[in-house]
């Protein structure tokens, strides 16, 4: 890892950067044709060295268009060296430019969401009898395990991830020697070219290169990462409804920049990170609309909305997860508080009437009405599941089944029926499918998503060397085209 230092020290990977590595590229490429001879493959090489180093001095220009650029190489070694564009375009080098720096981002994405999903695996692993309310229309609804929601959440990202690793494949292919429309009556190797950018193939339809996948592509990441914004402000208004409560079982431990004080009212710790990851998703996913507006009823391979290497969708997408990242590790849960909340409802009601059908053949949709019964009488004389006693749910049995022949009269769940069915712990406990909350389901789920996780990094990591191996190579060669 390089120090702050060395880092200050690099050139920007801005357009200017780029133009040069292709323009260094595409020297040694055709000098080695033949396309060159070796004095002028040299002496352009010297040329081009020249502009990179008047670039990267204290704000000095960097021109980051192909017809900005190319009148700093003529000052440098003269309109020889304009050979050096014979079958290239500025729409095949600036989409070029525009993927390989998206493909930066993608992968620093990447990278981000695996260290954010590592977070996420290692909460759920700490909160594995954690039990506590889920909701549904803003509704506490039934108990569940805090890890079990959190392997949810995993598993959701482990999809935006495979699309991440889907959307690259079709990404990072070669769009030079594309030209402009149907390519070049000059023997140009794209295959060499590619590689030397890091490519892992051609695009190879010449017309498609330029015209159509730049537009689609713009609209891919955008749904990439409209995924990954709709997953991270689900999990954010969770914790929001929180706190809105005046005993919340979840929310963000104070100061760290999690929480600000109000400047009015001195109880208030507004979560301020939750809050600003909400609004730069919102922003991403007005830029991923804007994508598809820019793309709609134009002709291919118009400017409106062909990808760029500017685009910031990535870039906003990153700093999300990254504060994502953070407010995972930031959570302040109350374990006890939550199993109170689950003992104040009775979201052990779908509970009642699954065991009266599973175990004494009651139909569901009657059980489902006792039930409902049940928290009818419960609300109306405010008694939570822990004091609603056997008896009273005796009583209210022997009024919903009075009228039915059909069924018995006497309430047929057991004393310790009724009490485990009331029991948030017991029912979450108790679950018996494939992917429920139960002990030996999340040891399964755990094993899954570390071993999607280390596949992932494994991804990133092979994705990112192979790129950073194209260019030390690159930068080797053209070094020794300077000597």
Not at 303 to 321: E, F, H, Q, W
Not at 397 to 421: C, I, N, R, T
């Amino acid at each position: 890892m390089c120090s702050n230092t060395e880092a200050a020290k690099a050139p920007a990977r801005d357009n200017f950067y780029w133009l040069g590595q292709i323009n260094k590229a595409t020297d040694i490429i055709n000098t080695n044709q033949g396309l060159l001879t070796q004095e002028q493959g040299h002496r352009f090489a010297q040329g081009i060295q020249k502009v990179l180093d008047d670039g990267n001095k204290p704000n000095a220009a960097r021109p980051n268009l192909v017809i900005t650029f190319e009148p700093l190489l003529i000052a440098a070694s003269g309109p020889e060296i304009t050979m050096l564009h014979a079958g290239r375009s500025s729409q095949d080098m600036l989409t070029t430019i525009s993927i390989v720096r998206q493909r930066e981002q993608m992968l620093e994405l990447a990278k981000s969401l695996n260290d954010m999903q590592a977070t996420l695996l290692e909460l759920a692993q700490k909160h594995r009898e954690t039990i506590i309310p889920n909701y549904t229309n803003g509704v506490a609804a039934q108990p569940n395990s805090l890890a079990h929601y959190l392997l949810g959440y995993a598993v959701a990202f482990e999809r935006d991830q495979k699309r991440l690793e889907e959307c690259y494949a079709r990404l990072n292919r070669s769009p030079m020697g594309a030209t402009v429309l149907n390519g070049t009556g000059w023997p140009l190797n794209r295959d060499r070219m590619a590689a030397y950018l890091g490519f892992d193939e051609l695009a190879y339809n010449t017309y498609d290169a330029g015209q159509i996948y730049p537009n689609e592509a713009a609209m891919e990441i955008g749904g990439l990462t409209s995924n990954i914004a709709i997953h991270i402000t689900s999990f954010i208004e969770e914790i929001m409804q929180q706190y809105a409560q005046p005993r919340p079982w979840i929310l963000l431990k104070e100061g760290n920049g999690n929480t600000y004080v109000s400047s009015a009212m001195p109880q208030k710790r507004n979560p301020g990170i939750l809050n600003r990851a909400r609004k730069d998703c919102g922003t991403i996913l007005g830029e991923a609309v804007g994508t598809a507006f820019r793309a709609h009823n134009i002709p291919a391979g118009m400017a409106d909305g062909r990808l760029s290497g500017n685009n910031n969708m990535l870039k906003y997408t990153i700093k999300v997860v990254k504060d994502f990242d953070h407010i995972l590790d930031a959570l302040d849960v109350k374990p006890e508080r939550a199993l109170e909340e689950l003992n104040l409802d009775w979201t052990c009601s779908q509970e009642i009437a699954d065991v009266l059908m599973r175990k004494y053949k009651i139909p569901f949709r009657t059980g489902h009405h006792f039930a409902s019964e049940i928290v009818t009488y419960a609300r109306t004389n405010n008694v939570p599941p822990s004091d609603f006693t056997y008896a009273q749910a005796q009583g209210v049995y022997a009024k919903v089944v009075a009228g039915d022949a059909s069924l018995p009269k006497a309430f047929p769940m057991s004393e310790e029926d009724w009490k485990a069915a009331l029991n948030p712990v017991a029912i979450v406990n108790n679950r018996a499918v494939k992917g429920g909350p139960q002990a030996a389901e999340l040891d399964i789920m755990l094993r899954k998503a570390h071993k999607e996780l280390e596949a992932c990094t494994t991804w990133q990591v092979k994705a990112s060397q192979k790129v950073k191996d194209a260019e030390d190579k690159l930068n080797r060669d053209f070094e020794a085209m300077l000597k």
